[in-house]
């Protein structure tokens, strides 16, 4: 990853956009607040937009604002940021592990329906790698058992499903605007999209000290502080004009990947119903540990999404861990590779060419 190309050639509305901000001294709310809420919304086609202070926050507060805490779980796949089941358990609710699809790592319909139980309330899809989950399904289940679909799109900005844009496919989709996401901000951002404008009023509340909309000084709830800044989303804005551009050339990237992936090492696979944002290029090998050794003496940085499931991880074990096959076997094999919109083909190339030798070579 490296953002610097995309900032710097964008510098100069950065710059105009900073000194708006600077010219009238409102750091919190305002004017381009309101603008960002709206201009995501609309790309996400959705009815609403709550900026909220990060991804995590989102959750929480969807979680919050549909009422789910203490007494219920909420179904969530293994394989995830540990932010997804931190946010429920935030709330007071459990989560419930699930395992994933073998060729996709992301939640099945047919897990989650698996996994219902008497205290189930919600189910979470995650957007992982920046691949939409079945959507479909997923809303067919919660629907035949009365459950919320809540859709964790940290990963998916701009991802497209059956031809539209994540974030109008179920009761909220949350985002993050952490600086390594699709769409990042300069520091910490999230934002919940939904076309419940009841919701989008609980959450809009609940983010900033339980206020009433009509008093400030009234406060219908307890609430919290967890707010977009003014600045950020002067920024988002800026950013998510290019959005699309730089998701477009992600898929370019991606293809070159898939026409150079050398043998031994197998990517995720992409459902053909929707477009992945590819947040995250993610292929499986084995021996992986001593694959990104030799790769980072070779120039090519990885990563691994995740390599502890977490219904393994010490913050969950007092949960029942239960034998989750798929998400335990693709811990160990899983590996990111560089992607993002700086990559250019000669770079594929390189990281596919060194991914061969090293295949080899152990
Ligand atoms: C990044 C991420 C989050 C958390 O977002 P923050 O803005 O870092 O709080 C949640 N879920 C997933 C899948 C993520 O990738």
Known sequence: MDLAPALAQARPKFDAAWDTVLSHGQFVGG????????????????????GVGNGTDAIELVLAGLGIGPGSEVIVPANTFIATAAAVHRVGAVPRFVDVDKETLLLSAEAARDAIGPR?????????????????????????????????????????YKGTRIGGHSAAATFSFYPGK??????????????????????????AHGRSPEDRYMHMNVGRNSRLDTLNSAMLSVRLGGLPHETARRREVRGWYEEMMPDGADLVSQRVDCESAY??????????????AELDLRGVGTGVHYPIPCHLQPAFEHL????????EAAADRIVSLPMGSHLDR??????CEQLGQVLISL
């Open 31 to 50: 004017p381009e607040v309101d603008a960002f809420e709206s201009a995501f919304a609309q790309f996400c086609g959705a009815e609403r937009c709550v």
């Open 120 to 160: 189930t309330a919600a189910i979470i899809a995650v957007h992982l790698f920046g691949q939409p989950c079945e959507l479909d399904e997923l809303s067919a289940v919660a629907d035949a058992h009365s459950l919320v679909l809540i859709e964790d799109a940290a990963q998916a900005h701009d991802a497209t």
């Open 182 to 207: 699709n769409l990042g901000a300069f520091g910490d951002g999230g934002a919940v999209v939904t076309n419940d404008a009841a919701l989008a009023d609980r959450i809009a509340s609940l983010s």
């Open 279 to 292: 947040h995250l290029l993610v292929a499986q090998v084995q021996n992986r540990d001593d694959v990104r």
């Open 320 to 327: 029942a861990p239960g034998q989750l096959p798929v998400v």
């Open 346 to 351: 000669s770079d594929v190339e390189y990281v």
